[in-house]
């Protein structure tokens, strides 16, 4: 009986599963993202959300596009419009009018005569850029122990921060870039540079050769769907010919603007912590499971920064 219970033993050790001594499976970006404390998450201000309510669907169903506005020290002449022109119901009853596939949506007032309010500002070609003097806070993120790593890309060094993509040159200039979901000024031939009441948010490959030669002034991070969606323009680039084609828009407003229940919140993960330097490396370097060969690098706009919805309490 001894031998029989010592021979039953041996033979359940090697039935016995083998997963309590292998790894746990690599956390992918997403997770980390999750996994991380709330300490690393900064809240949105509303007086930084750009709320565009679009005419319902077919279905009836509302369709809301939520807008975080560029932070300082980038755009602000132009945001500065932008304010301007949302306080004054500016964009109430203009339209979508142009749906080009794999570049961009934009809308504004389609008959180019609707009045602009007063006192918008000329804003100069200078500052599509800022110098690293005049980006507030640049040489103290560099300065923590823990700042954004750099990511190489074809059109600059870039990396993240304040929560934003954003382009360096060798000569110290920052400045946003074009990925998917930002939001630009449109304009006419150089040396306009736009108003800020014609917008562009762009729902293709990220056309980076864009950046410097157009204002960024924000990016979608809510409701996109309801724009890449659109039917695509029936005109040279995606303009549509009729008005029954245009997509209507019911209001344009800063959140802080409307009611207390009806702002919404949101939330990016802090550029300058240990989470997203994570984060960035798994984007960068996949490993977790469903991938064969890490890719050993990537753009900025592969590495989008972490924005989540914040439940009302």
């Given at each position: 009986?001894?031998?029989?219970?010592?021979?039953?033993?041996?033979?359940?050790?090697?039935?016995?599963?083998?997963?309590?001594?292998?790894?746990?499976?690599?956390?992918?970006?997403?997770?980390?993202?999750?996994?991380?404390?709330?300490?690393?998450?900064?809240?949105?201000?509303?007086?930084?959300?750009?709320?565009?309510?679009?005419?319902?669907?077919?279905?009836?169903?509302?369709?809301?596009?939520?807008?975080?506005?560029?932070?300082?020290?980038?755009?602000?002449?132009?945001?500065?419009?932008?304010?301007?022109?949302?306080?004054?119901?500016?964009?109430?009853?203009?339209?979508?009018?142009?749906?080009?596939?794999?570049?961009?949506?934009?809308?504004?007032?389609?008959?180019?005569?609707?009045?602009?309010?007063?006192?918008?500002?000329?804003?100069?070609?200078?500052?599509?850029?800022?110098?690293?003097?005049?980006?507030?806070?640049?040489?103290?993120?560099?300065?923590?122990?823990?700042?954004?790593?750099?990511?190489?890309?074809?059109?600059?060094?870039?990396?993240?921060?304040?929560?934003?993509?954003?382009?360096?040159?060798?000569?110290?200039?920052?400045?946003?870039?074009?990925?998917?979901?930002?939001?630009?000024?449109g304009r006419n031939m150089s040396p306009d540079t736009g108003s800020g009441a014609e917008l562009y948010t762009v729902i293709?490959?990220?056309?980076?050769?864009?950046?410097?030669?157009?204002?960024?002034?924000?990016?979608?991070?809510?409701?996109?769907?309801?724009?890449?969606?659109?039917?695509?323009?029936?005109?040279?680039?995606?303009?549509?010919?009729?008005?029954?084609e245009r997509t209507p828009i019911a209001s344009i407003r800063i959140a802080s603007e409307l009611p207390a229940a009806d702002?919404?919140?949101?939330?990016?993960?802090?550029?300058?912590?240990?989470?997203?330097?994570?984060?960035?490396?798994?984007?960068?370097?996949?490993?977790?499971?469903?991938?064969?060969?890490?890719?050993?690098?990537?753009?900025?706009?592969?590495?989008?920064?972490?924005?989540?919805?914040?439940?009302?309490?």
């Amino acid at each position: 009986m001894k031998h029989l219970l010592l021979a039953a033993t041996a033979a359940a050790s090697f039935t016995l599963p083998v997963t309590a001594s292998e790894p746990a499976p690599t956390p992918s970006p997403g997770e980390i993202a999750a996994a991380a404390p709330a300490s690393d998450w900064i809240a949105i201000a509303p007086s930084d959300l750009l709320v565009m309510d679009l005419a319902p669907d077919a279905k009836g169903k509302p369709r809301r596009v939520v807008i975080q506005l560029t932070p300082a020290p980038f755009s602000q002449g132009w945001i500065g419009n932008i304010r301007k022109l949302a306080a004054a119901h500016w964009w109430d009853g203009t339209s979508i009018n142009r749906v080009q596939d794999n570049y961009v949506v934009q809308w504004g007032d389609a008959t180019e005569k609707k009045p602009l309010p007063e006192g918008l500002a000329a804003v100069p070609e200078s500052e599509y850029v800022v110098s690293r003097t005049g980006a507030a806070g640049w040489d103290a993120a560099r300065a923590m122990k823990r700042s954004a790593p750099i990511i190489s890309d074809p059109y600059a060094s870039s990396q993240a921060l304040w929560g934003w993509p954003v382009g360096r040159g060798k000569d110290g200039e920052l400045w946003p870039v074009h990925c998917y979901g930002a939001v630009g000024v449109g304009r006419n031939m150089s040396p306009d540079t736009g108003s800020g009441a014609e917008l562009y948010t762009v729902i293709g490959h990220a056309p980076r050769h864009l950046d410097r030669n157009i204002a960024v002034v924000g990016r979608v991070i809510g409701g996109i769907e309801h724009l890449s969606s659109l039917p695509r323009g029936t005109e040279a680039l995606g303009f549509y010919k009729t008005e029954g084609e245009r997509t209507p828009i019911a209001s344009i407003r800063i959140a802080s603007e409307l009611p207390a229940a009806d702002q919404p919140k949101f939330e990016y993960l802090s550029t300058e912590g240990d989470s997203f330097a994570r984060y960035a490396d798994a984007r960068a370097n996949r490993r977790d499971p469903f991938f064969i060969r890490p890719a050993g690098g990537a753009d900025i706009c592969n590495i989008p920064v972490p924005v989540r919805p914040v439940a009302a309490k």
